[in-house]
């Protein structure tokens, strides 16, 4: 679910700005390329993954990142493990049998 | 203390854990992905020094070298364990003892090699007191590494 909302690069793009302020959708979508919905679509997404989190600030709503962030840390860190040994497996299986044999 | 899950992953590989072994270390620059490195500029090689206390690091297409990882136990074809230095701000860390450890091994399992990872000891990271939740949710959290282990999470 963390993987998924964060799949999408101009989710990243907001996430990138509310993990480096506490944020608006209008404060957002004022420095992307993309309206206000496609903002609060996003942020719904990342909301419902846990990532994010949001608080009325007077008649705003701000979004701050989650302090669960650990764990995103963590999913990204099983997903690059997962991609460099499947990368590794690749290149192993693809080099001749006497390779790297040389120590 | 932060209790969090170790990420274990693993995969085989024909031949010998000798062959997986130095594939894995002495060639890392030819297989690790390319689109995750923390460095700025663009990756030219990878090396791991063979030895306890060598450096796991990216040297860059200016020269500069960009160090992420100690060796904190080396013992081919074992395996090998290193400090990921890397910190839940995906900063530099400079003090091993902050530093996650990624334990590498190599096991033979008829002709192929089973190689697994188990990147663990996150506790390492919450420092003094410093919650590692409260790092990577702060304002300066995440920092330019997101970009790079989100690409993976594309895939």
Known sequence: ?103 | MTTVTDVRRDVTVAGTPQRAFDLFTKRIGEWWPADHHLATSSVVAMTVEPRVGGRLYDTCEDGSESVWGQVTDWDPPAGFTFAWLITGTWQIETDVEKASRVSVTFTAEGDRTRVAVVHKDFWRLGGEGQGMADAVGGADGWGSGLQKFAEFAAK
């Open chain 1, 1 to 103: 679910m963390v993987l998924d909302s964060l799949a999408d690069s101009t989710r990243r793009d907001v996430l990138d700005l509310v993990r480096h302020k506490p944020s608006s959708v209008q404060e957002i979508a004022d420095q992307l390329p993309i309206s206000r919905p496609a903002v609060s679509q996003h942020l719904k997404i990342l909301k419902d993954a846990g990532v994010v989190t949001s608080h009325p600030v007077g008649t705003r709503r701000v979004y701050t990142v989650t302090t669960d962030g650990f764990e995103v840390l963590r999913q990204w860190l099983d997903v690059m493990w997962r991609d460099a040994l499947s990368a590794f497996a690749a290149f192993a299986d693809g080099q001749p049998n006497d390779s790297g044999d040389d120590a």
